[in-house]
């Protein structure tokens, strides 16, 4: 059983931080990409960022030069730095992992980023 469990949601002002957190536990190859989806109610989930275990990432352009992923292998840990935050930013930011070696997908549970005055 493969779970994700995120950290690090919450309220900011327009133009502060966060830093989000998720770590993987359970049975899982090493060929896998971690990363951040989210979703707005009555919206389909979009990819925020994700990155490989050898470090390649990939960003939506809507957060580029704000947000920075990254991750600690040795933790299977996924983090991501969020800055310049700003109201449309606000959804549920949920943790995902790819496993592509089994063909399989998991997902944490969601935490809240809410950006707002």
């Known amino acids: 059983q493969v779970q994700l469990v995120e950290s690090g949601g919450g309220l900011v002002q327009p133009g502060g931080s966060l830093r989000l957190s998720c770590q993987a536990s359970?049975?899982?190859?090493?060929?896998?990409?971690m990363g951040w989806y989210r979703q707005a109610p009555g919206k389909e989930r979009e990819l925020v960022a994700n990155?490989?275990?050898?470090?390649?990432?990939n960003y939506a352009d809507s957060v580029k030069g704000r947000f920075t992923i990254s991750r600690d292998n040795a933790k299977m840990t996924v983090y991501l730095e969020m800055n310049s935050l700003k109201p449309e930013d606000t959804d549920v930011y949920y943790c995902?992992?790819?496993?592509?070696?089994?063909?399989?997908?998991?997902w944490g549970l969601g935490t809240q980023v809410t950006v707002s005055s």
């Open positions: 990155i490989n275990r050898v470090g390649s990432t």
């Open positions: 995902h992992l790819r496993d592509l070696l089994q063909a399989r997908t998991y």
């Open positions: 359970g049975i899982f190859s090493g060929i896998n990409v």
